[in-house]
């Protein structure tokens, strides 16, 4: 946790005036469902208390100027030339302004401070939460009476425009609308969802950060939303009602897209049974079988791996790893993919025990550090007063 007088401070020295706001968005894990949520399937988030914490405040000029501590660098632009730059990390703050101009929402020029402590590149949505972090605080800092729907959606278009990633709504929705101590699960087709407890007893959730950074993670995303869409396609030549996979079943993909590609068919596949496991996970979950919960996280694991291709070794091996203790009920590879965090649900009395056992043999295999993440549900995005 960063305190709100911290990240005032940290404004205060930077932009020599006093923020108006500090906003405070998490970064999120997600139980099951994976690349479903662009399926317009089920998703199973949660936010954690690793969060982007921004500071604003008004400037009198046309200007945004933006200070990341993590990057220790400024950014500035004047409102009218908002475009993609090649920094990189600014990009999730100006595509979240390139938003509000295309709702020619009323603002104006605004500095804005970012810190945070969501490990960057772990696969936990730390630009998610800077989306969600800047659309809220310029949602109070311009009283523009958005609602945190709004707020998701308009951060998810930030990361297909301004990051080239063409995502789902999850991680952004995750980010603004988690409640601590549930999970939600979302229908990524309407935006229905639920807050379902989230209750472990004797277990917790920790995750194994691989430290894996894949270059390719961007392009092989978009590939995999490409080679769906193209199967939804196949299958919408005999029956013009469906939409996406979540209309689909097995039995129409073997007659219409595996005797045409059978990757494509592989991936869809993936997918539509992504979504019934989730579905046989959550209703294990409200009945408290977190063993039946673990052993759907270890079958989603295989399909992420084997059938949609998303995996890597540093994964593969810290899930197959954890498979040999009782102590553990499930594991996988969790977000996106080809790098990033495996999320487990372990034996709270084991958790230090594991810990201990991996990372030495980690280092050892693939000679990188392992870090474990001790995560609690969370609230969704806020004001810190
Ligand atoms: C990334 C995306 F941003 C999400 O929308 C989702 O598709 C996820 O990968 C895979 O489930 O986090």
Request: charged share 25%.
């Amino acid at each position: 946790m960063i305190s709100k007088e911290q990240i005032e401070n940290r404004y205060t020295h930077v932009f020599e005036s006093k923020p108006t706001h500090t906003v405070r968005s998490p970064g999120r894990i997600n139980i099951i469902g994976e690349h479903t949520d662009y399926n317009e399937g089920f998703v199973l988030p949660t936010a954690i208390d690793k969060a982007i914490y921004v500071a604003v405040g008004k400037r009198e000029d046309d200007l945004i100027r933006l200070y990341a501590e993590d990057f220790k660098a400024y950014f500035e632009i004047r409102i009218a030339d908002i475009h993609p730059v090649e920094e990189g990390w600014p990009n999730y703050v100006l595509g979240v302004v390139a938003q509000l101009q295309e709702r020619k929402l009323p603002f104006g020029g605004f500095n804005m401070y970012i810190d945070g402590d969501v490990p960057l590149g772990a696969g936990l949505s730390s630009s998610a939460a800077l989306e969600c972090a800047a659309g809220f605080a310029l949602n109070v800092l311009f009283d523009l009476q958005l609602q945190r729907v709004d707020i998701a959606k308009i951060g998810q278009l930030a990361e297909h425009n301004y990051a080239g990633v063409k995502c789902g709504i999850m991680d952004q929705f995750a980010s603004v609308l988690s409640k601590a101590g549930h999970v939600v699960k979302l229908d990524c087709r309407d935006l229905s969802f639920t807050h379902i407890p989230l209750e472990l007893g004797e277990y917790a959730i920790i995750l194994l950060n691989t430290n894996v950074k894949h270059s390719l993670a961007s392009s092989a995303y978009n590939d995999r939303r490409a080679s769906c869409e193209e199967g939804v396609r196949l299958v919408q030549e005999k029956h013009a009602e469906v939409n996406s996979l979540r209309d689909v079943s097995i039995a129409m993909l073997d007659e219409l897209v595996r005797p045409v590609d059978e990757d494509i068919y592989t991936k869809c596949r993936f997918v539509v049974e992504e979504n019934q496991r989730l579905n046989d996970a959550c209703a294990a979950l409200e009945r408290g079988d977190l063993e039946e919960v673990g052993r759907q996280l270890f079958r989603a694991h295989a399909g992420l791996s084997k059938e949609y291709d998303v995996s890597c070794p540093e994964l593969d091996f810290l899930v197959e790893y954890v498979k040999e203790f009782p102590e553990v009920l499930g594991a996988r590879m969790m977000g996106g993919g080809f790098g990033g965090c495996t999320i487990n649900l372990v034996k709270k009395s084991f958790q230090d025990l594991l810990i201990e056992r991996v990372t030495p043999i980690y280092k050892a295999k693939f000679g990188l550090e392992l870090t474990a993440i001790k995560v609690i549900p969370s609230n969704g995005t806020e004001i810190l007063i």
